[in-house]
């Protein structure tokens, strides 16, 4: 059997003369696998690039939060008392049956 130039690798390969049935079946589910494989690998990448993205901006933002508020401010606020009274409240709140 003759293949047409005009057909992919893959097809020529897949139908290359002298081949059973069960080695073309073979040769399909080899290629199909690694099809899967190469767009897993490939939206792999483009969600790590988008991870990476939002954590430079989570990097970003904790610094200018940092940059904002000093140690000693944040304990001043957190021994403030009307803090201590929402906390008691938000702890009831969040008890309830």
Not at 6 to 23: M, Q
Request: net charge negative; proline share 4%.
């Amino acid at each position: 059997m003759d293949v047409p130039e005009d057909r992919t690798p893959f097809e020529r390969l897949s139908s290359a003369k002298g081949k059973t049935t069960a080695e073309v079946a073979a040769f399909d589910r080899f290629f199909a696998g690694l099809r899967e494989r190469v767009i897993a690998e490939e939206k792999l990448a483009l969600e790590i690039g988008e991870v990476t993205g939002a954590l430079r901006n989570f990097a970003a933002a904790w610094q200018v939060s940092e940059d904002r508020i000093t140690t000693d401010e944040a304990r001043q606020v957190a021994s403030h008392p009307d803090l201590a009274e929402v906390n008691v409240r938000l702890d009831a709140l969040y008890d309830l049956p």
